[in-house]
């Protein structure tokens, strides 16, 4: 028995129509989401990478404290603005809490405290008389080859810390996600001929019986 084609496309046609539309439905939700998803690991990435700027930096200018505040008072130049600029780098360093480990924090905290005996001592010594300059001298002397090793030793220090290798970007997981992003609405498509044909074929089936 031939099939009677405009029949069985009119006994067709409700469910397809039907069956069409929640794909359809499904695959516009479907790249929306995908959509929103991706513009959402964007953002978060673009928020990481602001904050590892913000800590790389933070760290550098703690770094960077730390030595110029043993650099100015090894100098001995207590110039007004010197010594105004050793107090902003101690007060640079004390942010160290926030962006370093209790190491590192104790280790600055050890050279601030050092700073100050120096120059308390280096007041002291100007106003000494001679046997008080000598025993200040010694001690001056000890604390100024402590200062100056530690200075040589803070690249070491921050160098885990402050290596470009912390501000590259993480491997872009997107990558993975990016076939599906396109294939997305071939599938779609090929998912609804595949239906179709199906139904056809039902259809069909059902007339022939």
């Not at 499904?26 to 790249?31: C, D, E, F, L, R």
């Not at 602001?50 to 008072?73: C, E, G, M, N, W």
């Not at 007060?91 to 209790?102: G, K, L, V």
């Not at 609804?192 to 199906?198: A, C, E, N, R, Y």
């Amino acid at each position: 028995m031939p099939y009677d084609w405009y029949q069985i496309a009119k006994d067709f046609s409700g469910p397809a129509v039907t069956a069409l539309a929640a794909i359809v439905a499904a695959g516009v939700t479907g790249v929306f989401a995908y959509q929103q998803w991706k513009t959402a690991s964007l953002q978060a990435d673009i928020a990481l990478s602001k904050l590892k700027y913000d800590t790389f930096a933070a760290r550098h200018d703690v770094s960077q404290a730390a030595y110029d505040l043993i650099k100015y008072v090894l100098s001995k130049t207590y110039r007004s603005d010197q010594i105004e600029y050793l107090r902003e780098c101690k007060s640079r360093i004390e942010q160290a809490r926030f962006y370093f480990p209790e190491e590192i924090v104790f280790e600055l905290n050890v050279i601030v405290i050092k700073v100050g005996r120096l120059e308390t001592d280096y007041i002291r010594e100007s106003n000494a008389n001679f046997l008080q300059r000598k025993s200040l001298s010694d001690r001056i002397d000890s604390l100024e080859n402590e200062l100056a090793t530690r200075a040589v030793d803070l690249p070491r220090l921050f160098e885990p810390y402050l290596s470009i290798g912390l501000l590259k970007k993480p491997e872009d997981k997107r990558r993975s996600f990016s076939f599906v992003g396109t294939m997305l609405p071939i599938l779609i498509f090929f998912e609804m001929l595949i239906i179709i044909v199906l139904l056809t074929v039902a259809v069909g089936t059902s007339k022939m019986g």
